[in-house]
């Protein structure tokens, strides 16, 4: 079965970074778009970067441009998150997704991939 795995979270201060990692362990997704995803406590899970296929383009929610870089490696099968600068207000469980769908409307089109989350708490 298409599993998708996320790792790297954890307690940090704020200022600091992280890196998420999302691996595809069964090689389910090599051809699909792949996003970071993001719910808070009380709030709706929303979306915050995704990568292309081939890793050759992105697209970020607007909060997080210049801090966040979502990356792809293909061969390792795995997307990464890189999170720089990070501020309280990024303290949420974070979610990878996957979708047939083209990467840049993964905002808008629910993707039927998840992976189960890891949780990122920023400390001020």
């Known amino acids: 079965q298409a599993q998708l795995v ?3 979270g954890g307690l940090v201060q704020a200022g600091a970074s992280l890196r998420l990692s999302c691996t ?3 090689r389910a997704f ?3 778009a792949m996003g970071w995803f ?3 406590p009380g709030k ?3 979306f915050v970067a995704s990568v292309s296929w081939d ?3 992105q697209y970020y929610v607007d909060s997080v441009k210049g801090r966040f870089t979502v990356s792809r490696d293909t061969a390792e099968n795995t997307v990464y998150l890189q999170m720089n600068s990070l501020k309280p207000e990024d303290t949420a469980v974070y979610y990878c997704a996957a979708t047939p769908a083209p990467h840049q409307t ?3 089109v629910k993707s039927p991939y998840w992976g189960q989350g890891t949780q990122v708490t920023v400390s001020s």
């Open 6 to 8: 996320e790792s790297g």
């Open 24 to 26: 595809d362990s069964h």
């Open 30 to 32: 090599s051809h699909y």
């Open 38 to 40: 993001r719910q808070a």
């Open 44 to 46: 709706e899970r929303e």
């Open 55 to 57: 890793g050759e383009r």
């Open 106 to 108: 993964m905002g808008s």
